[in-house]
């Protein structure tokens, strides 16, 4: 009980860290984006601060959505090495666990941001009159043509949802399987350089050697990309949900992309998402890495 005590406050405090540092930094990439998906791009703020518009959500909830996600990929990890199971699947489905969580948490925040961020003219919203804007439940007795719309809930509560499942659900599982691949990858390798006797203790279960710096971003990258090539579509999805005016449900948002340019309307943006999601991720599991480092080495010294 203790040791799962430890390991969620290693999680929250490096989500918090590394979820914040890298929302500060990339947070004009995912402005410019939004419009992009949105169709809204030739529409730019009216300062350079304006492109800081809509993150005060994603600031106020970046600790629990790390925590939730890191929480499942330590759960995947640990069932794996419990029961001695190499393959990448304990793994994967503890990173669709936490993408599912997180998902409600985020859906909210995401409608909030995409909300702000796509807000035109004199009178944009504050925060706190959008969130009470779209705490209001739907007048009873609407229809919006969606068979999957909840026309009694509040927006926040429901629109864009499905999307949002659909984007962090699988891919967050490819996320965590994609790193580890590579991670164990940078691992063996450098268990090769270190000689055959480190190769031989890394096969009967020893600790691995430390991995370098650039080892441990470059795996952090490219579970970005991987994930981001499999979940960007249903991200298109999203903005088309919860944009203003935008679709009811997931299928009409499928059917207004694709008639726009076909299947490649889908990866419209793809390489400003990368642009910001790489490094996020590399310097998240950077930092989730060294934080469980220090705090595992700090509680066997005490």
């Known amino acids: 009980m203790a040791e799962a005590e430890s390991s969620n406050v290693d999680d929250f405090v490096a989500g918090w860290v590394s979820g914040v540092a890298g929302l500060a930094l990339t947070q004009p990439v995912d402005f410019v984006l939004t419009r992009l998906q949105s169709g809204a791009a030739h529409r730019p703020p009216q300062t350079w601060l304006g492109m800081w518009r809509g993150s005060v959500p994603l600031f106020a909830t970046v600790p629990l959505n790390n925590a939730m996600l890191m929480y499942g990929y330590g759960v995947g990890k ?41 807000a035109v003219g004199q009178q944009l919203p504050s925060t706190s009159a959008l969130t009470l804007e779209l705490l209001r439940p739907s007048p009873a007795g609407t229809t919006t043509g969606a068979a999957l719309a909840v026309p009694t809930l509040p927006p926040l ?15 967050h599982g490819v996320w965590f399987a994609a790193y580890e691949y590579s991670k164990k ?16 203790a890394l096969a009967e279960g020893a600790p691995p050697p430390p991995l370098s710096t650039a080892a441990q971003l470059s795996a952090g990258s490219f579970a970005a990309i991987a994930a981001w090539v499999v979940g960007y579509p249903a991200d298109v999805i999203k903005t088309r949900c919860q944009m203003e005016g935008g679709q009811a449900s997931v299928m009409e948002a ?20 990368l642009l910001r999601a790489v490094p996020m991720s590399a310097v998240g599991f950077f930092a989730y890495e060294h934080t469980m480092g220090v705090l595992t080495r700090a509680r066997a010294r005490s």
């Open 157 to 171: 509560l429901h629109k864009g949802l499905y999307a949002t499942l659909l984007r962090d659900v699988v891919p």
């Open 78 to 118: 640990g069932i794996g090495e419990a029961r001695e199971d190499q393959s990448l699947l304990p793994v994967f489905l503890g990173g669709c666990a936490g993408g599912f969580a997180q998902s409600f948490l985020q859906s909210p925040v995401e409608l909030l941001k995409v909300r702000l961020q796509l």
């Open 254 to 273: 499928v059917r207004a992309i694709h008639a726009e340019g076909g299947w490649r309307a889908f990866y419209n943006g793809l390489g400003l998402k």
């Open 185 to 200: 990858g940078f691992e063996q390798r450098a268990a090769e350089s270190a000689g055959p006797a480190a190769v031989a």
